[in-house]
């Protein structure tokens, strides 16, 4: 445990001192405003170095009742135990959504999500084809009445070639 | 700070109109089959503000004269830059419209962005055009006696107080360099402090916390009505015919300079074929003549000067107000982009 | 008393206004309870619609949404530990452990009377102070006093979440170096863009929220569920009984006043009530270890609060045009649609506009009791689809909020990024609660900086001499000490 408050302090340093290099690119003071746009980040950096040295610190100093018992409520959720380790699974569940994103804004939304829907429900272990297919189209459907038809919500419509295809299918739901 | 040219941005008064006058429906060219389907305007600017209003007043008007939908698409953020990336990514066929205004020319300037507004881009037309003006609180004594504001009285408590007087403006290229002008010809320095929301800017000055307001008229003019703001300097050649009592600084100061103005205009990609161009230009121009849109204007008190400029006049407007930021930022020791250095 | 009634009367003497108010009143509870869409979505989507519709039904529309709005953010948050809104965040935090122990209908019931109670309060606060209270506001809060208040909720935040001082404060650094990439307030200057034009206008908050919540939500029972350690959670419909209703009576009142003063504050209105609420709510409590367990108080603070905020909000919206939030910023664009400005005028100008306005936050807020307490029984069963198809769905629509606000693709990345970085932070000491409101206040409070120094020509000693800006940074600074002393009387102390 007290490795890990000590890697945490560490890797919060390391962030702080990044944060601190990249913002040389604009410490420079501004015309109505001398401190520049560095000037908060900085503060902020500093407060966050004083922070993560207490907690470097902390990893010396004795463990007290106090620890268990602190008087600050507990908000979060007990350390759900049974997700220790990554596997490929985890690393699915992560992706797929972030791959989708991108595959929005490239070929628009109206391409891609059907796949998505399909997928992610897959991943969920839905296995049955025909559960699939009906789940994702269905939906897929609702979306379209929903947010083409009732009420016209703008989302990705993609790149060059995929721009056009979608606007067309765009005018056609219109 | 010394703001040495100010002059090239022009838009004299006269110009412009010509060749605008009586446009009929059937004059216009239809390219082929454009527009088959809906049109897309991305506005760079929030749900409710000037600019989106701007558009939607121009939405009606052009969708009846193309006989498509025309959709009103807002992507907001970073001072109206977010929305580049998703028009650069639209293909080159006048289905989308970006509209913006004058940021286009200082933030090119700048290099917040690289999109050159007549290079990179074709402008179709200018629909806003807003002069400014500087505005006081009328229960400030210092400057207001017998519900008349004095800019003499303001200059002489600036002159007296060298960097006292507090001027709430907003961080936009245009205003600062209109306030660099101001404090240039009128000898003094001010502390200028920037408020991105309308609200807070005017706010401060109302609530009494800080001392000029900096503004279009059109935006405050309720607060005026409602005597809350009293306006004490119209920054243009003459005195505005709202506020007759307060004084310009052409016809009463003498100042000879082409004043910057609140922009907001159309374009369409460069490589977007000529005739949908042509096509468009005549649409927009025949848009804003409609009596819709002219009563939106008067509303909005965006008549006080000509707010409309077809696609050749606003590209030369945006060619001069590239050259004429440039020279201000350098002047003002602002970022300029490194191949304009 | 008059202007209310003709309010009222012009509310309900027309069809076509019975059919918005309850339309609004349906929507905003129906977006709420879908995870991943808000309130705020259903606003946003239906904004260019309201130009269409006659001014005083259009802002009667989103009062309405506002009020079954915030109500509406409690069910998700309650559900299935997504917050409709960040001011529904600390209802999460007991309400979600409520759910998984069985009792989400007991749950959602307290957040409605509380919902409804604050925001019933809080207009007959409204309709009585708007005009008096706006003067004051405006001529005594400007970018000194709002800094120093910033400051003083910020030190408050850093408590918020974690056991650890030093993991607190930690969070809320990383919230406010999240809060700090985009154009700086001034010179606009990028910050931390990496070059792409995206970034420029920042980090928003709305999809830093869906991530944090609910995509890490759907992140954390897709993975039970594909490794079969899922677990339905138990559907029960009790409602809670009058007595333990009575027992919460204290904590009613002191949220309604904390909820009601904090929501007057533009910029900060609703959030920092709930949280503030939240917070009092523990140090008041016999039982403060409770919390975050499934405590009922947990739920009651700040639903109390953020409803009481409602009404408070309306106060600097109309009056100077200052909005609290996100769909109080969209209600001036319904205003400008119609071509109006909020703002000192309004009282004046469109006085039956403000009236109704009025009138339809008290009924609707009368009306969620109601709607509420049948929507309590029914709405626990959305708990019955299975979690398999839950789990795609919650991710489109989050998508879509995300997406629809800005119309930035950034904003669906952050979404999920966020979503990653909140499965692993829920699983350590950092507090969720305090990276939100790091980006929220360091946005507005760097502004607020920035004019305040500006005015104060830089020295930082002005922030002590203007009495209000010192009050508050007394109290901040009181506010560290007392975190700190308590942690050293537990290291050194008995």
Request: aromatic share 12%; glycine share 12%; charged share 15%.
């Amino acid at each position: 445990m007290k490795d890990r408050v000590t890697w945490e302090a560490l890797a919060w340093c390391v962030l702080i001192l990044g944060a601190y290099a990249l913002s040389l690119d604009f410490d420079k003071p501004l015309p109505h405003y001398p401190p520049g746009a560095a000037f908060w980040p900085h503060i902020v950096q500093f407060g966050m170095a004083i922070a993560a040295i207490v907690l470097l610190v902390s990893r010396f100093l004795p463990q007290t009742a106090g620890d268990e018992a602190a008087e600050t409520p507990e908000y979060i959720e007990e350390a759900p135990e049974d997700l220790a380790g990554i596997t490929w699974r985890t690393i699915a569940v992560f992706l797929i959504p972030l791959i989708w994103a991108y595959a929005m804004h490239q070929m628009g939304f109206l391409l891609v999500t059907p796949f998505f829907l399909i997928g992610f429900t897959w991943l969920m272990g839905v296995t049955r084809w025909r559960t699939l297919l009906a789940f994702g189209f269905g939906f897929y459907l609702l979306l379209l009445v929903v947010f083409y038809k009732l009420i016209f919500t703008p989302l990705p419509m993609g790149a060059g070639f995929f721009h056009t295809i979608n606007a067309e299918i765009l005018a056609v739901l219109q | 700070m010394k703001v040495k040219t100010v002059s090239t941005y022009a838009i004299a008064a006269g110009m412009g109109l010509a060749g605008f006058a009586g446009i009929a429906l059937a004059d216009i060219k239809k390219p082929g089959d454009y527009p088959k389907r809906p049109i897309t305007i991305i506005v760079c600017f929030g749900k409710g503000g000037g600019s989106d209003q701007a558009v939607a007043a121009m939405q009606g008007p052009l969708s009846k004269i193309m006989g498509v939908k025309v959709n009103k698409v807002n992507k907001p953020g970073g001072g109206g830059v977010n929305c580049l990336p998703d028009f650069q990514q639209a293909p080159a066929d006048g289905y989308t419209i970006l509209q913006h205004g004058d940021g286009m020319a200082s933030k090119y300037v700048s290099g917040d962005m690289d999109l050159h507004p007549t290079k990179d881009l074709t402008p179709i037309a200018i629909t806003n055009v807003a002069p400014t003006a500087m505005f006081v609180n009328p229960k400030d004594d210092r400057f207001v006696s017998g519900g008349v504001a004095s800019w003499d009285k303001v200059v002489a408590y600036a002159k007296a107080n060298p960097g006292k007087l507090n001027v709430s403006n907003i961080n936009v290229a245009m205003e600062l360099a209109t306030m660099g002008k101001v404090e240039e010809f009128f000898g003094f320095t001010t502390k200028q402090v920037m408020f991105d929301k309308p609200a807070q800017r005017y706010g401060a000055v109302i609530g009494g916390k800080l001392d000029v307001l900096m503004e279009q008229p059109g935006d405050v003019i309720k607060h005026v009505q409602a005597g809350k703001l009293l306006p004490v300097l119209a920054i243009w050649p003459d005195r505005f015919k709202v506020f007759a009592d307060t004084k310009a600084t052409g016809a009463d100061y003498g100042l000879k300079w082409n004043p910057l103005l609140r922009i907001r205009s159309f374009w369409v990609k460069s490589d977007t074929p000529q005739e949908i161009k042509d096509y468009l230009d005549a649409v927009f121009a025949k848009a804003y003549q409609g009596d819709d849109h002219q009563a939106f204007l008067k509303r909005k008190a965006l008549d006080i000067v000509n707010s409309y400029y077809g696609s050749k006049d606003m590209t030369k407007i945006f060619d001069d107000a590239v050259a004429t930021y440039a020279k201000v930022f350098k002047a003002t020791g602002q970022r300029v982009r490194k191949d304009m250095q | 008393m008059e202007d209310f009634l003709t309010g009222t009367a012009l509310l309900f003497t027309n069809p076509i206004g019975i059919g918005i108010f309850v339309g609004g009143l349906v929507g905003g509870l129906v977006f709420g309870a879908i995870p991943g869409l808000n309130a705020l979505t259903l606003a946003a989507v239906l904004l260019p619609f309201t130009a269409w519709i006659p001014a005083e039904y259009a802002i009667m529309l989103y009062g309405v949404i506002y009020v079954s709005g915030v109500y509406g953010g409690a069910i998700t948050a309650i559900l299935f530990n997504i917050p409709g809104s960040v001011e529904n965040a600390p209802t999460a935090f007991d309400g979600y452990p409520m759910t998984r122990k069985g009792e989400p209908s007991k749950a959602i019931g307290y957040a409605v009377t509380c919902s409804a109670i604050g925001g019933t309060l809080s207009a007959i606060l409204m309709m009585i102070a708007t005009e008096p209270i706006a003067d004051f506001a405006v001529s005594t809060f400007g970018p000194i006093e709002i800094t120093a208040l910033i400051f003083f909720g910020l030190t408050v935040v850093a408590g918020v979440g974690s056991k650890s001082l030093a993991k607190g404060w930690l969070s809320l650094g990383l919230g406010l170096t999240i809060g700090v990439v985009g154009g700086d307030p001034v010179g606009a200057t990028p910050r931390y863009t990496f070059g792409t034009l995206y970034l420029t206008g920042g980090i928003g908050f709305i999809p830093l929220i869906l991530g944090l919540f609910a995509v890490s939500e759907v992140f954390i029972q897709g993975q039970r569920l594909v490794r079969g350690s899922y677990e339905a959670p138990k559907l029960s419909v009790s409602y809670p009984s009058l007595t333990e209703f009575w027992a919460m009576k204290w904590a009613v009142v002191r949220s309604t006043v904390i909820g009601w003063f904090s929501g007057i504050l533009p910029g900060v209105g609703a959030t920092l009530a709930a949280f503030l609420s939240y917070n009092e709510a523990v140090r008041w409590s016999k039982h403060p270890e409770r919390f975050g367990t499934g405590e009922a108080e947990g739920v009651v603070a700040p639903e109390t609060a953020n409803n009481a905020a409602t009404g408070a909000a309306m106060i600097p919206l109309l009056a100077l045009g200052l909005p609290g939030g996100a769909l109080t910023a969209m209600m001036i664009g319904v205003f400008n649609l119609h071509d109006m400005e909020v703002g000192p005028l309004i009282m004046i100008e469109a006085p039956e506009l403000v009236w109704i306005l009025f009138a339809s936050m008290f009924w609707a807020s009368l009306a969620i009791l109601v709607l509420g307490m049948v929507e309590s029984k029914g709405i626990v069963h959305l708990l019955r689809i299975p979690f398999t198809m839950l789990a795609p769905g919650i991710l489109v629509f989050s998508t879509i909020g995300a997406y629809a606000l800005r119309g930035n693709i950034f904003d669906v990345y952050t979404m999920f990024i966020a979503g990653i970085a909140g499965y692993f932070l829920r699983r350590s000491d950092y507090s969720v609660p305090a990276i939100v409101m790091g980006v929220i206040l360091g946005q507005i409070g760097e502004n607020s900086l920035s004019q305040a120094l500006t005015i104060l020509d830089y020295n930082f000693w002005g922030f002590f001499t203007e009495p209000v800006s010192a009050v508050f940074c007394g109290v901040g600074i009181l506010t560290i000490v007392w975190g700190i002393a308590r942690r050293a009387r537990q290291y050194f102390g008995s």
